[in-house]
């Protein structure tokens, strides 16, 4: 009972979550006609609610915690879906006979409250449910991989196999010129030995042979050999000690086989959706089972399969007998570094695709970055401060206006010891 | 300039030059041996180079495997309100016996961390101490009781339950004993308890009583209460003995008071005056602008000669026996006369008849209803010590049935504890609900442990009309229930002990006529934390009539007291850290420097330096000399302090030590003091002013004191005061202003200077620290430690000068003349005047650690702080040798999962103790130089909320752990680029200035150690006396 009580909660607060995108996303509904319209504007205005309101629990085409949408007008009395939009259950315990059975038949889950929607919101959504992408798993596919690719992409610079194609190239010019040059130096050789008048001098000039043995015995030769070898094992050395405590790919298996392929990628669940802490506090924190349970308690199997997955089942194992998901850590901080999620992605706007890597294409989550000191500091070098909106920046924007450069996170004292270490 | 020639010293050994006291003072890092197994010379043996060939293979091997797999567990079904890595905070009260403080208490998943005072409460004002700081550690204690116990065995509730209920039935008459209950609702229980069995009193004791204010109110005015009192009402204040603002009644409370009747400025240039007559140099003594040793046999004398002084004045007739003359009485008894209504009379004495005397002096100065507030009585202090003494007798004749002890323990801290100790087996059932098996509980059948009061429901009525809520901040860590509940289980009642108080509050509710429905109410109670009852404010003013005389007080004095003793008495204290001893189980509390004897983890005779002198006692760093004291047919050997201030021919001992049952931490430090006190004489009286006899044995012994650790080498003007007289004619009275001569002029030091300085273009954080309003209390110093998971190194630590505590309090003497002779040393340490200095890294500006830090471990921020970073620091201490103001600590040890030091830091090594750690605060390793961040995460984490929230950074969005802990806020914290900050008013820093060099236009602020150019970011306010002009 107080598991369902407290997932309740939870949707009631997503809720409110979405709520509060919906109203920042600016979106200003304009739709004038009665019927349901068809217009681009009215549709993608609708998308947009959609997203924002609707997609944790429903699909156009696709039964998920609620019904698949897409012909609703036609099934139902257009006042019948606002208002059932609105506040279900006002007509579920109105008693009204359709509302009932829905209710019943999704396991009287409670659809949140929309009161907040205007009637040109409402009709707006319709006009998506109704004309909206016909193709609607493929376009979010699509949308997903080009947001992740922009994601990878920002990286910029060379990618590693064309330097290594160019560097190939290099070289075999550098031989080819080699071998031209050294062509040339016979042919010449020749030539000048054919030719009568040289004295013995520049015979010798000519037929000089180099002596190559002394070369190599050379006190310069040895030296310049040992400090490039010894160069090298240090370098390799002092490499090998910087990676000692990285853990760069770590991707442990998990007690479940989740995937955020599956949930950030193809269903495009919001990352903060489960990830609460991330805008608030220190950690993101990993999800609690109720917060599984949210779309769980309906949604037991991928789509077309029969019965429970026995991987969602470990979902319901841990709820049922109380016992908490051990999940593996894989991103571990030693403990004499602070970092702060909330100050990251709440007030500097960093997406969590910056240093967690394409998680929405990741089957298993593997450690994308380094999470060494020079990296946190590299980016705190190059990093621009989101200013804009901000109050607390003002006096610091102020003062930096008279510099050319963008103000950057270390100019406001980004590479202190003690913003990280206490 | 200064022109008084004072001198300031911080102990004895100071004073007199010791020649060994100088060559360990040149030394930072004296050469103590480490504690392993090292050899005399300190050089390494075999075994270390083992050691250390062992250290480098494991590290290779380390770094060539694998990081272990570390978890990640999330909740099963997460609490709405709980999200990980944030603080939620709740409001509390702290109370045991009387001791009573509305809180707040931090908690981090679900986990209670820190204790900071209410700022809503009418009687705390946001003060705490440092008992109710290191409060929260004793609901890790691994001494707790895990389960109720039968007969030493661990039971089940309902066996409990089930074989009490018939056993107390049968038991015939019933006594509960227990310490002040300030709880309406436990009242109420215990009353639903007494009227299913019938028989059943409840007795109150208080282990530090106070039972002669009330017994002199009921002969005096007939109605036995303790009046509020009113300090910062007070013009003129005198103190007989009482410490009111360390230990006596409500000290945090009064220590607010107290300061705001003391807080000056160029605008209001006045303050009370405090004359103190006492025995021992009392925390309270040492902040008085006058102070007058006095034997305990004169202390009765002592007032009833005031009243005389005050009689004649008033016309009255005065009292036989009142002749008593000693320096400042009649200096006091005119200015009291001087300022009728605006004065306050008090004393500590626990005798009814002093304390009639008391009475009828606050009413001759028409002090009643003005400072001394019967109209508000307090209830903190309900004990009856004549009715407690009566049950020992009925005890030990077999007449009690069945007795329950409600969390307290009488055998150990009752005057006549040894003979309940003998008694309580002839009861036929004997209970307690100690949250520990402590002396009394383990010698009862049926031990039914309470929660700790962080676990608990409760509600406190400490004061008239002013109501309190203690809500459960954690689950209860143990099998245990609230007593309370258990009175309503064993009377059959099954109602929730939290239902309980709602009904009882929602009855109230029902009767008040509040608007708005009850759960509102409630749930604003809760939030909170206090509820004013709002018709209490406007009562009908009583008027107070004599019905005692004092004539007959007075016989009764001149009987007990005299003006010449017998030279050898004992007074029995209470210090500010240990209390009444029921939290000595706090390692925090043990080593938390006492702040006048600067002395941690003992328990201690203190003499006079003449005594001393006349025993060729010679006491320099801790090491002296034991003593065996007889007294009230007990003997006991304790460790000799000197201690300037005391009066000739008494010597004082501390109670609260000498625990044999409170855990592992206290047992077997010093001796039970209660074991001395005489409960015969119809009230507990403090001292014994016939049949002691003091010797020396001869054994040497150390104490661990923290006074003498650090010290400026003999660099003057680190205390800069003056008297109100002065101050007033020129504000900068007392101040020194060092120069220093260049290109044929004298400049200020901070027109000098090698470095370019910094610019502070966002915050620059800075401490404004008024050494007036600091009294001393040590409350700062225990909520650093909390807040920043400082270790607990112990005695032995202690005495290597090992203390790693990030804020110290340095206590000065100061007395007109130095002392070379023993003579002259007596005289200096006969009365000295007192001053208190807070110090704690002072973040300067032109920082001498940071330019000699190899490795840049210690840096400046770009807000001023001069940052620590741990994991950079290699230890080579250049840093602390460099600090000229000695607040850099250094580990020694791996203090945390460190077998040697388990005994002591439990914070850091029991499973239970590491509950209590900051999670935003690392725990320091071996090896590297640790010091005040000037609380960073707080910084950082009030910077962060601003961001989010898209705004400015408010004054008080930020504090420091030790100025919210302050109850007489001398510590302001704050941006002093902020021009609105409070800090920035109290300096008067120009506005608009982003550069490190603030110019500060108060006068009375100023930089320790100014000359040297360093520059810090924390200020002292210069100390005012409220002496006579020329006085010093």
């Given at each position: ?11 009631i ?29 009215a549709?993608?205005?609708g ?16 039964k998920l ?11 139902r009395?257009?006042?019948w879906?606002k ?7 006002v ?18 889950t ?32 699509a ?12 990286g910029?610079?060379?990618p590693?196999e ?27 050789t ?28 050379s006190?310069g ?41 599956l ?6 669940i919001?990352?903060?959706y ?41 979902i319901?194992?841990a ?10 850590r ?7 570094a ?6 990251h992605?709440?007030?500097?706007g960093?997406?969590c695709?910056?240093?967690?890597g ?11 970055s ?8 590299d ?10 909106g901000?109050?607390?920046y003002d006096?610091?924007?102020q ?24 | ?6 001198t ?12 060994e ?10 050469g ?6 090292q050899?005399?010379?300190g ?46 905070y709740?409001a509390?009260?702290?109370?045991k016996?009387?001791?009573y403080a509305?809180?707040v ?5 679900g ?15 946001g ?16 001494a707790r ?12 509730w309902?066996?409990?339950d089930g ?10 008459t019933?006594?509960?004993?227990s310490?002040t209950i300030?709880?309406p609702?436990?009242?109420?229980a ?8 019938g ?16 017994k ?6 007939g ?10 009402k007070a ?17 945090i ?24 007559f006492?025995s ?16 305990a ?9 005031l ?9 009255v007739?005065?009292?036989g ?19 009728k ?24 100065l028409?002090?009643?209803?003005k ?26 004749a077999?007449?009690v ?33 100690s ?22 429901w409760?509600d ?12 459960p ?13 258990s ?41 909170d ?32 007291y ?37 002395a941690?983890?003992d328990?201690?005779l203190t ?32 460790p ?99 120069e ?5 002029e ?6 000098i ?11 620059h ?6 050494m ?7 409350a700062?110093?225990v ?17 290597n ?35 208190f ?9 032109n ?40 607040v850099?600590?250094f ?9 040697d ?16 750690l ?6 320091r390793?071996?090896?590297v130089?640790?010091?005040?961040s ?40 704050g941006?002093?680029n ?21 110019e ?18 924390v ?5 005012i ?8």
């Amino acid at each position: 009972m107080s598991i369902k009580r407290s997932i309740l909660g939870v949707s009631i607060r997503v809720c409110h979550l979405l709520v509060l995108i919906f109203l920042f996303s600016g979106i200003q509904a304009y739709a004038v006609d009665p019927e349901i319209p068809d217009s681009e504007e009215a549709i993608s205005a609708g998308q947009s609610i959609f997203n924002a309101n609707c997609k944790t629990c429903h699909r156009l085409d696709q039964k998920l915690v609620g019904p698949a949408l897409r012909g609703v007008t036609d099934r139902r009395e257009l006042d019948w879906a606002k208002q059932f939009i609105t506040n279900s259950q006002v007509l579920v315990q109105g008693g009204d006979a359709d509302a009932v059975a829905l209710f019943k038949e999704f396991n009287n889950t409670v659809m949140p409250s929309h009161d907040f929607l205007s009637d040109d919101d409402l009709t707006n959504l319709l006009s998506y449910i109704e004309y909206g992408d016909k193709a609607d798993p493929a376009a979010a596919e699509a949308g997903a991989t080009a947001e992740g690719g922009e994601a990878t992409g920002s990286g910029g610079g060379i990618p590693n196999e064309y330097l290594t194609i160019i560097l190939v190239v290099l070289v075999i010019v550098l031989v080819l010129v080699l071998v031209v040059l050294g062509l040339i130096v016979s042919v010449l050789t020749k030539y000048m030995n054919k030719s009568e008048n040289l004295d013995e001098d520049d015979k010798e000039f000519i037929n000089q042979k180099t002596d190559y043995k002394g070369i190599f015995k050379s006190d310069g030769m040895i030296i310049i050999v040992t400090a490039i070898v010894l160069a090298f094992v240090v370098k390799t050395a002092i490499n090998g000690l910087y990676t000692v405590g990285v853990q760069q790919g770590y991707a442990p298996s998990q007690p479940i086989a989740y995937s955020h392929e599956l949930h950030a990628g193809q269903y495009e669940i919001p990352c903060q959706y489960c990830h609460t802490g991330v805008e608030i506090g220190k950690s993101a924190n990993i999800p609690s089972a109720n917060i599984c349970m949210n779309c769980h308690m309906h949604i037991q199997n991928v789509e077309g399969k029969e019965g429970v997955s026995p991987e969602i089942a470990k979902i319901y194992d841990a709820v049922d007998n109380n016992q908490p998901i051990e999940w593996v850590r894989v991103h571990n901080l030693p403990d004499l570094a602070y970092f702060n999620h909330s100050q990251h992605v709440a007030v500097g706007g960093i997406e969590c695709q910056t240093c967690h890597g394409p998680i929405e294409e990741m089957e298993v989550v593997s450690q994308h970055s380094a999470l060494t000191m020079g990296w946190c500091i590299d980016c705190h070098r190059n990093t621009e401060i989101t200013t804009q909106g901000n109050e607390y920046y003002d006096k610091l924007v102020q003062l930096h206006s008279e510099s050319k450069d963008a103000l950057k996170v270390k100019d406001i004292g980004g590479l202190e010891c003690a913003k990280c270490h206490y | 300039m200064k022109e008084n020639k004072k001198t300031y010293w911080k102990g004895l050994e100071q004073l007199t030059n010791d020649p060994e006291f100088v060559k360990n003072a040149d030394q930072e890092f004296p050469g103590f041996t480490s504690k392993s197994n090292q050899k005399e010379d300190g050089s390494s043996t075999r075994r270390d180079f083992l050691k250390m060939m062992g250290f480098s293979v494991a590290a290779a091997s380390l770094a060539a495997c694998e990081a272990p797999v570390r978890k990640a567990i999330p909740y099963v079904n997460k609490p709405v309100d709980i999200n990980p890595s944030v603080p939620n905070y709740y409001a509390s009260t702290f109370s045991k016996g009387g001791d009573y403080a509305s809180v707040v208490v931090k908690t981090r998943e679900g986990r209670p961390i820190k204790i900071d005072g209410n700022e809503l409460s009418p009687i705390t004002k946001g003060g705490t101490n440092a008992i109710v700081e290191g409060s929260v550690l004793s609901l890790y204690d691994e001494a707790r009781l895990r389960a109720p116990q039968i007969g030493g065995k661990t039971a089940e509730w309902s066996a409990l339950d089930g074989e009490l209920a018939g056993k107390l039935k049968s038991a015939g008459t019933i006594k509960i004993i227990s310490n002040t209950i300030l709880s309406p609702s436990t009242n109420r229980a215990i009353k639903v308890f007494a009227d299913q069995m019938g028989d059943v009193e409840v007795i109150t004791y208080d282990p530090i009583s106070n039972y002669g204010i009330t017994k002199a109110s009921e002969t005096y005015y007939g109605s036995s209460v303790l009046p509020s009192y009113n300090f910062d009402k007070a013009n003129v204040i005198v103190s007989f003995g009482a410490d009111f603002l360390g230990s006596w009644i409500s000290p945090i409370e009064f220590a607010r008071q107290y300061a705001q009747g003391r807080k000056i400025s160029k605008e209001n240039p006045n303050m009370s005056r405090h004359y103190q007559f006492e025995s021992t140099l009392s925390l309270t003594g040492s902040n008085a602008d006058y102070r007058t040793p006095i034997t305990a046999s004169q202390s009765g004398l002592a007032v009833l000669a005031l009243y005389n002084l005050i009689a004649k004045k008033a016309g009255v007739s005065t009292a036989g026996g009142g002749n008593l003359e000693l320096n400042n009485l009649s200096k006091a008894a005119n200015e009291l006369w001087a300022n009728k209504g605006k004065s306050l009379v008090v004393s500590g004495s626990n005798d009814p008849n002093v304390q009639v005397v008391v009475h009828a002096i606050n009413e001759l100065l028409e002090n009643n209803n003005k400072t001394v507030d019967f109209e508000n009585p307090a209830y903190f202090r309900k004990g009856d010590d004549s009715r407690m003494n009566q049950f020992v007798k009925e005890l030990n004749a077999g007449k009690v049935g069945g007795v329950i002890f409600y969390n307290c323990n009488p055998v150990y801290d009752f005057g006549g504890g040894q003979a309940i100790a003998a008694g309580i087996a002839k009861a036929k059932v004997s209970v307690s609900t100690s949250e520990v098996k402590d002396e009394t509980a383990s010698l009862v059948q049926y031990l039914a442990p309470d929660h700790h009061y962080l676990e608990s429901w409760n509600d406190f009525n400490p004061k008239k009309g002013v109501y309190s809520l203690a809500q459960p901040v954690i689950s209860p860590l143990f099998s245990t229930r609230q007593a309370p509940e258990s009175f309503l289980k064993w009377a059959g009642n099954t109602t929730s002990y939290y239902d309980f108080i709602r009904e009882e509050w929602q009855a109230n509710f029902a009767e008040s006529g509040i608007e708005g429905d009850f759960q509102s109410f409630w749930d604003k109670c809760l939030f909170d934390g206090v509820y004013i009852s709002e018709s209490s404010e406007e009562g009908e003013a009583s008027a107070l009539e004599a019905v005692g005389d004092v004539a007959t007080a007075a016989a009764a004095i001149g009987k007990a007291y005299q003006a010449q003793g017998s030279g050898s008495e004992l007074v029995v204290y209470t210090k500010v850290g240990i209390g009444s001893g029921a939290f000595a189980n706090n390692p925090w509390l043990q080593e938390m420097p006492d702040p006048i004897s600067k002395a941690t983890w003992d328990n201690y005779l203190t003499v006079s330096q003449k005594w001393a002198n006349e025993n060729g006692l010679k006491m320099h760093e801790g090491a002296t000399k034991l003593a065996t004291v007889s007294a009230n047919g007990q003997t006991f050997t304790v460790p000799v302090l000197v201690q300037p201030g005391q009066a000739n021919g008494t010597f004082g001992l501390a109670l609260g030590y000498g625990r044999t049952a409170a855990g592992r931490v206290a047992d077997g430090i010093g001796v039970n003091a209660y074991a001395l006190i005489n409960a015969n004489k119809g009230f507990v009286e403090y001292h014994i002013t016939e049949g002691v006899s003091v010797s020396l044995t001869g054994e040497s012994y150390r104490i661990a004191q923290t006074q003498t650790h650090q010290t400026y080498m003999g660099r003057d003007f680190v205390v800069q005061e003056a008297t109100l007289g002065e101050y007033k004619e020129d504000a900068s009275a007392g101040r020194y202003h060092p120069e220093i001569y260049k290109d044929g002029e004298f400049v200020k030091p901070s027109k000098i200077s090698l470095w370019s300085g910094h610019k502070y273009s966002q915050h620059h954080w800075g401490l404004a620290i008024d050494m007036n309003s600091c009294i001393g209390c040590a409350a700062c110093t225990v909520a650093c430690q909390v807040e920043n998971n400082v270790a607990v190194v112990g005695k032995e630590e202690v005495l290597n000068r090992r203390e790693m505590a990030w804020i110290r309090i340095d206590r000065y003497y100061s007395s007109p003349e130095g002392a070379t002779s023993n003579a002259e040393l007596e005289q200096a340490a006969d009365n000295p005047e007192v001053t208190f200095q807070p110090m704690m890294c002072q973040h300067c500006n032109n920082a001498p650690c940071e330019t000699v830090c190899p490795v840049v471990a210690t840096t400046h921020s770009s807000e001023g702080l001069n940052q620590m970073t741990y994991n950079r620091c290699i230890g080579t201490r250049y840093c602390a040798n460099n600090c000229p103001y000695k607040v850099r600590r250094f580990n020694w040890f791996k203090y945390h999962d460190n077998k040697d030091f388990a005994g002591v830091n439990t914070p850091q090594n029991d499973d239970l103790g590491k509950m209590v750690l900051n999670p935003d605060v690392t725990v320091r390793a071996r090896g590297v130089m640790e010091k005040c961040s000037m609380c960073v995460q707080r910084i950082q984490a009030g910077k962060l909320t601003a961001k989010r929230e898209g705004r400015k950074i408010k004054d008080g969005d930020v504090n420091v752990a030790c100025a919210v802990a302050c109850p007489t806020e001398a510590l302001v914290f704050g941006d002093m680029n902020d021009s609105q900050s409070k800090v920035s008013k109290m300096l008067k820093v120009e506005e608009n200035s982003t550069s490190a060099l603030k110019e500060v236009n108060e006068e009375r602020a100023y930089h320790v150690l100014e000359e040297i150019n360093v520059s810090p970011n924390v200020w002292y306010f210069t100390k005012i006396r409220n002496k006579d002009k020329n006085e010093a």
